[in-house]
Each structure stands twice: as C-alpha cells, then as structure tokens.
T-cell receptor
Framework: GAGVSQSPSNKVTEKGKDVELRCDPISGHTALYWYRQSLGQGLEFLIY????????KSGLPSDRFSAERTGGSVSTLTIQRTQQEDSAVYLC???????????FGSGTRLTVV | AQSVTQPDIHITVSEGASLELRCNYS??????LFWYVQSPGQGLQLLLK??????LVQGIKGFEAEFKRSQSSFNLRKPSVHWSDAAEYFC????????????FGAGTQVVVTP
C-alpha cells in the first residue's frame, strides 16, 4: 500500500483480555518496527523485524508481549492478559533501507479498563 | 550507550517568528540523525534526515537542520513559523552499521501564538 496501515485505530479492552494489533507495512519494505508511546514516556522501542525474523526484541516489556511477521509483510503484536499499564499508542513503522528513516503508521490507541 | 536529549520540553513561539529546536546525541560512531513531527492524533512524519556529507540538510515544510559533530548536535530550524507548525517534534538517532532501532528523544512540544 501507499502507507503503513494499522488496525484497529482504537481498541478498548478489559483487563485480563488478550488483544491483537495489526500492521501492514509499505509493500517491499523489509524492515518493520513496533514502538509504544505512552504519556510522559516518549517513544519506547519494542521489537524489530528483518523479513520474518526478529533480530532485536529487547524492548518487549514482558512475556505477555509477542509479535510475529509473516510473508515478510503483515505483522501482529499480541498482548496477553492485558494490564492497565499497557494502555498506550502502539506505533508500527517500516523501512526500505536502514538509512532512509521510518515511515510510521497512525497507530493503535489501546485502552485497558 | 546511545542517547538523544531534547533539552526543551515545551516552546512557545509567535507566528512568523523563527524557531530552533535543540537536539544533542551521544553515540560512539557517526550516526544517522532524523527529525520527526507528530501532529495531534497523528503518526510521526519524517521532516529530514542526515547521513553524511553536507552538514546542513533541508527538509519538508521549510525546515532545515545542521549537524555539528564537535557539539554532538542536530538542531532543527525554521525561519518563519506558521500556525500549522504547532506539533510535537522528535529527534532520533540510528546506527549506520545496523538496521536496528532508532533512539528517540523525549520530544519538544511547540505552541504557536497569533
């Protein structure tokens, strides 16, 4: 597609439920990144994919967080047993070349109640 | 470890006045440097980037930034701001030798007054 697409744009979930966030990167972009943006926390790196592999998953906060990428394209970020502190905007970005910077999606705003 | 510092959390500027946003980084090698802008409720948009070469880089929306290696700085400037420039601005640094993550600064919120 022309841009990075994320769905849903907004998600409200009850504490303890699992959620899946989806990212469709720009076609042909081999690198894909997930970040989290919380009030007062800035942008927090979660995980990076090169193709379907994740060379750096050091930012995942706990084992409740996981992500996968299939076909070198779509990525899903899954949060199990959501907690209120998981409330944030989850941003996905993709890149064709490491020096080109990222193109970000508009994000998924997750609210855990 | 690499780090990015944006000393100004909040800046207020009059429409038509000049704007400068500061960014300092700490990195062991020459990094890639970026400025992004985030308007309310929107994702981040790339304003400009520095890889090598000319230390003064031009970006979109009339912004420019200057890389000063001796000061480890990459400040963003605009000669005359418009009301639509009100947004949050993020400086970011990345490694030239890997595909890895970008390190983002905490952001500077810019308010434009009439």
């Amino acid at each position: 597609g022309a841009g990075v697409s994320q769905s849903p744009s907004n998600k409200v979930t009850e504490k303890g439920k699992d959620v899946e966030l989806r990212c469709d990167p720009i076609s042909g972009h081999t690198a894909l990144y997930w970040y989290r943006q919380s009030l007062g926390q800035g942008l927090e790196f979660l995980i990076y994919f090169q193709g379907n592999s994740a060379p750096d998953k050091s930012g995942l906060p706990s084992d409740r967080f996981s992500a996968e990428r299939t076909g070198g394209s779509v990525s899903t970020l899954t949060i199990q047993r959501t907690q209120q502190e998981d409330s944030a905007v989850y941003l996905c970005a993709s890149s064709l070349d490491r020096g080109q910077g990222y193109t970000f999606g508009s994000g998924t705003r997750l609210t855990v109640v | 470890a690499q780090s990015v510092t944006q000393p100004d959390i909040h800046i207020t500027v009059s429409e038509g006045a000049s704007l400068e946003l500061r960014c300092n980084y700490s990195y062991g090698a020459t990094p890639y440097l970026f400025w992004y802008v985030q308007s309310p409720g929107q994702g981040l948009q790339l304003l400009l980037k520095y890889f090598s070469g000319d230390t003064l880089v031009q970006g979109i929306k009339g912004f420019e930034a200057e890389f000063k290696r001796s000061q480890s700085s990459f400040n963003l400037r605009k000669p005359s701001v418009h009301w639509s420039d009100a947004a949050e601005y993020f400086c970011a640094v990345g490694a030239t030798d890997s595909w890895g993550k970008l390190q983002f600064g905490a952001g500077t919120q810019v308010v434009v007054t009439p």
